[in-house]
């Protein structure tokens, strides 16, 4: 069984910085993409970065500038650097990966998401 589990939340004022983290664990074989997504109370997960195994990334808007997303393969663990931060950056922050198993001989691959973690950036 895999599963991603992130730390770093908190509460922060307003231009302040927070660093999130999330790592992977289990039986893992290999891992894509992972990337770090916001929701907000009734509203859809929204990418806010996102990068693959040989760390291109990708940013939404709102972040561009701001955030900084990286990855360490040897420990399955990815990072979000969150600067400059305002109160709409509030809300729930979730790691998401592709990641693979090895069963017998077969590759499964599995869209795994993490449990969250709460950002609230408030004065």
């Known amino acids: 069984q895999v599963q991603l589990v992130e730390f770093g939340g908190g509460l922060v004022q307003p231009g302040g910085s927070l660093r999130l983290s999330c790592t992977a664990s289990?039986?893992?074989?290999?891992?894509?993409?992972m990337g770090w997504y916001r929701q907000t109370s009734g509203q859809q997960r929204d990418l806010v970065a996102s990068?693959?195994?040989?760390?291109?990334?990708n940013y939404g808007d709102p972040v561009k500038g701001r955030f900084t997303i990286s990855r360490d393969n040897a420990k399955n663990t990815i990072y979000l650097q969150m600067n400059s931060l305002r109160p709409d950056d509030t809300g729930d922050y979730y790691c998401?990966?592709?990641?693979?198993?090895?069963?017998?001989?077969?590759?499964?691959?599995?869209?795994?998401w993490g449990q969250g973690t709460q950002v609230t950036v408030s004065s």
């Open positions: 998401n990966g592709v990641v693979s198993t090895l069963q017998g001989d077969q590759i499964h691959e599995w869209d795994i």
């Open positions: 289990g039986s893992i074989f290999n891992i894509k993409d």
């Open positions: 990068i693959t195994r040989d760390h291109k990334t």
